[in-house]
C-alpha cells in the first residue's frame, strides 16, 4: 500500500465527494466524513489496516466546479498541508452546459477547466508528490451522448495534467462503463450523476486499486 | 374544440399526473390539481374558455403503475363517472425493470401491462367514448437507450389500444423527441421523467392540441 | 417572436412576479422561476422557441413598491444588463392605501409612483429599448369599487409613461376585465390579487402575445 | 341581559365561528374558543358578568356548510343540551358557487339551505327557546357585486326563519354595511370573508347588543 | 372621546403588550399588534370610530423591565414621535425579585423603578402631553401576599408620576380586583400574571374607558 | 429502608408525576421515568441502594383527575402488580373548579373523590399492603386562599383514608409550607402547581424520608 | 462464491441490522437496505457481480431480541421464501441485563435464546439449507468484562446451533477482537455497540468472505 | 456547611457540565441550569438551605477540554467572579485519544493538560480561594482499560493540582468506582461518559458531601 503511518488523505470535489459531510472540518466524529466514496475509503483503510492510523479528511462541497475549487483553495487545502490529495472535479463544469444551457455564466468550458486544474496541481505539488487525479464521470453507457462525450474531453483533460504533473490517474467513468454493461444506469444513478451505494462502491474501489490496497489482508 | 358544456375531464397517471395534487379528491381550491401538467391544461382551458366550464379532477398517484390502476378504478375512475377521462400510464411499469432489475415483483412486463390497461379502457368505454391515451415517455433521444427502446414498445401497445378501442392518442414520447433536438434532457428532467415546467407545458400542448384547443382565442 | 437568440429576459415587480422565485439569483435550477407567470412564460419560450435559447431572470420581491424597485434598481437591473426588461408594480404602491389606511407611510400616491418609475425606465433606457409595462391590476369588475378605480389611474400613469418613453405595454387589467365577464373574481383570486393558475396563465398570455409568441408553433 | 345565570351558550358555524378553536370539546383552557368573535364574545361575558358564569362552548368547523351542520347536529349540537344556541352559517354555501363554480356538488342552492336550516332550527327549538341566527356576510359594499347579492338571498332566508321560528335574528351585513362607510373592505379581509380583529369585533358586538349586553357595566 | 383624528397611539411595555406582536414595526397586516389588549383597543377603537383612522403601534417586547425600556426609548419611542403614549411596565421588575430572588442583577428596585420611569416620562412629555400610566399589576386577590404588596408599591409610585407630570393614570390593579370578588386569580391567569382573553379584555376596558371611549357608539 | 430488594415501585397521578415519562410503558432506557420527582426517587434509590435493584415504574398521566385513575386503574395499576404504589392524585380534581368554574362536568368535589380514592385503595390492598398516599399540594402560603383552602380539605380526606386504610402518609402540602418560609412560591412554580427541580426535590425528600431512606448511606 | 444468479438473500436481526432501512418492505429504491453492514454487502454484491442479479432484502428492527424475532418470523421470513437466510441477533437480549438489570421481563436469558434461535433455524431449514449464523457481539477487548463475558457465552451457542444445524458460522466477535488490538473501542463505536461505518465494513468483510467473495474480482 | 449567605457558585466544565444548559448565561428561568448534576446540587441547595439563596451559575460547554476554557477563562470565570468555583474537565482531552486517534490536533497531552489547568486555578485563586476540582472519569470498573487508565493518570493530575493550590478535591472517577460494584457500566451510561439520572445523582452527592452539606436538614 502507498499510504504510510499516520499520514493525512484529503479529498476535496463537488457533491459526489460532499455527500452531507461536516462543515467545516470534514473529519471527525458522528459520519464527518459524509455517506460517499470518501466514508468508504476511509473505512476501509481503518479496517484493513488500522496499524497505519491514515488521517481521512473530506473538503467537497457539493455544486463546485473547479472556479469554486480555486477560490477556497488556499483555505481548504494548502493550509491543511496533506500528504495525499485526491481530487475529483467537473461534473458541474460539464452538467450546466446541459441542464442550463443558456445560463453561461455557470458554464465552466474546457479551456478554463484545463487551465485551472493545472494551475491548483502545480501549486499543491509544491506540498506533495502525492496527488490523486480522478477523472469527472457521466453514468451513461451511449459515448455518443452529448454530455458523455463532453465529459469524456474533461476525462481526457485530467488523463493529461495527471502524465504532465506525474499524478496517480483514476479512470471513474472506465469503472462505470465495466459495469454499465450488466447494469443500466438507473440502477446505480436515476440521474446519471449522483450515485447509490453501489455507484460509491464502484469508485471507492477504484481508488483503493489505485493506491495498492490490499482487500484480502 | 371537443369539450363541451360542463363537461367533466378526469385525468389518472403516476406522479407525472400526481403532482402533488390534493388527496383524495384532486379538485377544488388551493392548487388542488397539483402543480404539472394537468394543471396547465385546466389553466388554459378556464382562460380561454371560461363560458364552457370545464370541471377537471386528477387522480394520479406517484409510483403507480396500471396494476395499481386496476386496483382503484371503480374507486378513482368508474364512480367519478367522467365525460372525458385521459390516462397516462407505463413509465413506473418500465422502470422498476431498470432502476430496481433483481426485484421481479415490482415489474410490470408488456404482456400484463396491455392487457389491464385493455381491460381498464374497455370498462371505461361504457361510460364514456371519450377518451384520452397519452403514452408513457422517456425523455431521452437516443432510440437505442434500453429503456427508451423498452419505453416505445409499451408506447406501441398504447398506440394499438387506442385503435382497436377508439381513444384519441397522445404520442408524448413524440412531442419530448421534437424538443430533444435543441434542448438536452437534463435541461427538462435531470432523471429523465420527472419534467420541470418546460417539460409539463410540453406534454400539455401536446394534450391541448389534440383536443382541438384554440392558442388564439 | 420579438425576442432574438440568447436575449435575457428579466423580470421585475412584487409577489404576483416573485412567486417564491429562488433568492438572490432569482434564475436556474429547481423552480427558480418560481410559480407564477414569469415561469409560465419561461416554460412556453423554451418549448416553443427551444433554439432561440432565450434566458429569463426573476427579480420579483413580495411586497415591493416602487419605492422599493427604486432602492434595489442598481442592483437588480442595471448590473444585470438585460437586452429586455419587464416591469409589473403598483399594486401594493395602492392597496397599502385601502388594506392598511391610518399607516401613511407605507403608502405610494399617484405623484411618486409616476415620478419614481419614469426615473427608473429612463436609468434603464440607456441600456436597453426593448422595455415592457405591465400595469397594475385589481381582479374585481366593477369599475367604481374604489380600490378598482384607483387601480385604473395608476394603470393609466403606466399607460402614459410606456407612451412617452417608447415602452411595450401591456393592459393586465383589460386582460382581467375580459374574464371577469364569465368568471366571478373569487375564481381567480380569493384577494383579487393573487391569482391562481388561471390568472397567472391570463398574464402569461398577455406578455407572450404583446412579445409576437406563435402559439402554434 | 338575557343569558341567566350558569347557562351554557353553544355557537355552531363555518371557519369564522372555528377560528382554530379546541377541537373537539370547544370549550376549556389554552384558548379553547378560538381566536374569533366567539372569543371576544365570552371574554366580555365574564370580564362584565363574572357572577353569571355563563358556559360558552364553540362547535364552529372551517369550510361548513349547513349541509354539514345537518350532519354534526345530533353530536356536536343536541346532545350538549345548550340553553342558549347561536348559529351563523351560509357563507360557503354561497361562496362555492362563486370560487369553484364548476363543481356542482359543492354548492348549496337556497332552497336546500332553507330547507335544511329551517329543520336544524326546529329540532333544537324542542331542547330551548332561545336561538340566536346570525346572517352570512360578504364584507362588499357594493349591492350590485353578484355574491354579494347572492349572499344578500341568505340573508333573507335566515330573517325568514328567525321570524317564523321566534328566533332573535343578528344581520350581520348591517353591522358590516355600516363600517364598510368609513372603512375599505380590504381593510377588515383581504378576502372579505375572513375578519381579522376589527370585522370579529364588529361580530362580537352585533352579537352582544342583540342579547342586552350592558358595556358600561 | 379623547383621542383625535389620524392620531398615533403607541403602547409600550412587556409580555403583557407584547403579546407575539410584529418585530420590529409592530404595526401593519397580519395581526401585526399581538394578541393581546393592545389588539382589543385597536379593534374597539376601529370599529366604533372608524372615522377617525387612529394609527396604533406596539413596542412591547416579552421580559422588559423599565431597564430595558431605557435602553430602547429613543428608537421605539422618540423617534415614533406618537400623539399618544401609554406605558405599562414594572411586572418584571418586581417578578425577579420573587422568582429569582438569588439573581440581584435581574431586580430592579423601586428607587431605580421610580427614577427611570420618571425621566422616561419627562423625556417625552418634550413631545406629547398626552402620556397614559398604566400600573403593573398582579392577579392575586390577597393585599397581604408579598409579591402582590411589592406590586402595590410601584403601582405607587406609577400612580405619583401621574400626578406630578400630568399624566392620565389606569389602575389595572384595581381593574383585576374587581373582577377577582368573582372569579378565582387562576381563571384569568395559571400565574396571576399572563392573561388569557378575559384578562386582556379587562385591560383594554380600563384603558378606553380612561380615554372617554363610547362603548354605545 | 423499608423497601426490600427486587421490589417494584409503582408511581401514579397526574403531570406532577407525569412529567414526560415515556409512553405507555413508564420504565426503561432514555428517561423513560420522565423528569419529575419520580426520577429523583430512582435515581437515589439506585446510587445509594444499587445492591437492592428496586425497580421504579411511572404511570403518571397529565391532567388526570382520580376519576381518571379509576378508568385505568385495572390496565395501569392491578395488571402491574407492584409491590409499592404510590398515589399522588387531586390537584386537577380541585384545580378546575378554580380555572374553569363554569365547566362543571370538569370538577371532581370533594364526596367523589374520597370515595374514588378510598375504592382504589382497597382494591389495590389485595395486592400488596404497602401503600403510600400523597397528598395533592398548591404552592401558596397563604391558608386562606381559597384554592389552597379547598386543596386543604382534599389533602385531609387522604390523610382519612390513610389512617383508615393503613397506608404511609405524605403530606406534600406541609413539605412545600416549610421551604415558603424561606421561598416565595413563584421561585418553586410560576403556577403554584408544576415545580422546577427545586419543587421535585422536595417531593423526592418527602417521599424518600417516608419510606427511611438513608441519605448518607 | 457461493451465491448463485437471481438468488435472494435475506439479514434479519436488531438495530445493527436494521440501520434506518426501510419499513416494512426492507428493499428497493432510496437507501431501502439502511446505512450499515446490510447496505455494504449489498454494494460489493452488486458492484463485484453486477451479471448474477443477487436480490437483497433487509427485515432488522431496532431493540429485537430473539423473542421478537419469533414473533415476526413468520411474515418476515418464511413467507419471504429467501434463497438465504443471515441472521445476527442476541446483542439486545444480553444488553438488557446490563443496562436494565432491574427489569427481568426485558432480559432474554440463555436458555430461551438457545431454544428460540434454534427453532427458529430449523423451521426455515425447511424452505432452505443457505443459512449463515452471525453471532452477536461486544466491542470490548477485555474477555473479562461482565457484558463482553456472557456475549461470549451466547457467541457460543450461535456456534454450536451453526453445526448443529449445518449453517454457516460467522464470528463477528472474532473480527472485531483482531481490529481492538489496534484501535480502542469508542474508535469504532461509543457505546461498544452501534459501529460507525468501520465497524459495519468489518461486518461486512466478516459476511462476504465467508461466502467467498472474491474481492478482486 | 462551607457556602455561606448569598454566595454565587459557579460551575465550569464539558458536556457532562453544560446538559443542555442556556446559554450564553447559565442561570435564570426555565431550567437555565440544565438537567444534569448542576441542577440536582442547585436543587438541593435551595431545598435544604433556602434561607441561604447561594446563587448557581452553570458555564459547562459540550466538548470542552481545558484549551477551550483556556480561551473563554478571562469572559466565562473571571468577570463572573464567583465566590465558590466547580471545575471538572479532562474527559474530552483524554476521549478524544481514543475515539479520534488520528486527529492529533484533538488531543490535549498531559502536559499540557497539566499546565492549562495549574494556570487557569492560580489566575482564579486571585479572586477566591474556594475552588473545588472534580476529576474527570470514565465509568469503567477495568483499571487496565486504555482510556481508564488514561482518565486516573488525569485524575491524579487534578488531585496534585488540588494539593499545590489548596482547592478542594472531589474524585467523581472514586464515586464511581464504589457503584461500579453493584452496577455494570452500561446501568449508568451506554458510552461510559454521559451519565443518566443516577450517574448525575452519584456526582451530586460528592459535590455536596465536599461541601459539607446536611442531608438531613
Known amino acids: 500500500m502507498l499510504l504510510e503511518q499516520r499520514q493525512k488523505l ?3 470535489g463537488d457533491s459526489v465527494t460532499d455527500c452531507d459531510r461536516a ?3 470534514g473529519e471527525g466524529l458522528f459520519h464527518a466524513l459524509g455517506n460517499g466514496y470518501v466514508s468508504v475509503v476511509d473505512a476501509f483503510l481503518k479496517a484493513n489496516y488500522p496499524e497505519l492510523g491514515i488521517r481521512v479528511v473530506n473538503k467537497g462541497i ?3 466546479t ?3 475549487l480555486k477560490a477556497r483553495w488556499q483555505e481548504d487545502v494548502i493550509t491543511q498541508n ?3 490529495l485526491s481530487i475529483m472535479i467537473g461534473i458541474n463544469d460539464v452538467w450546466r452546459q446541459f441542464d442550463s444551457p443558456f445560463i453561461k455564466d455557470h458554464h465552466v468550458y474546457i479551456e478554463e477547466y484545463q487551465e485551472t486544474l493545472t494551475a491548483l496541481v502545480k501549486e499543491s505539488k ?3 508528490e502525492n496527488i490523486l487525479l480522478m477523472t469527472p464521470y457521466y453514468i451513461e453507457i451511449n459515448e455518443n451522448d ?3 462525450a463532453k465529459m469524456d474531453q474533461y476525462g481526457k483533460v485530467v488523463k493529461q495534467i495527471a502524465e504532465e504533473e506525474g499524478c496517480l490517474f483514476i479512470d471513474t467513468q472506465a469503472a462505470f462503463n465495466k459495469i454499465l454493461k450488466n447494469l443500466y444506469a438507473a440502477t446505480i444513478a436515476w ?3 449522483h450515485p447509490n451505494e453501489i455507484g460509491h462502491t464502484i469508485l471507492a474501489k477504484a481508488f483503493l486499486n489505485k493506491i495498492g490496497f490490499d482487500w484480502t489482508k
Do not use: A, C, E
Open 146 to 148: 452529448l454530455m458523455r
Open 10 to 12: 484529503l479529498f476535496i
Open 66 to 68: 473547479v472556479r469554486d
Open 126 to 128: 509544491l506540498q506533495t
Open 191 to 193: 440521474d446519471r450523476v
Open 82 to 84: 496533506p500528504d495525499w
Open 23 to 25: 462543515k467545516p472540518h
Open 62 to 64: 457539493s455544486g463546485n
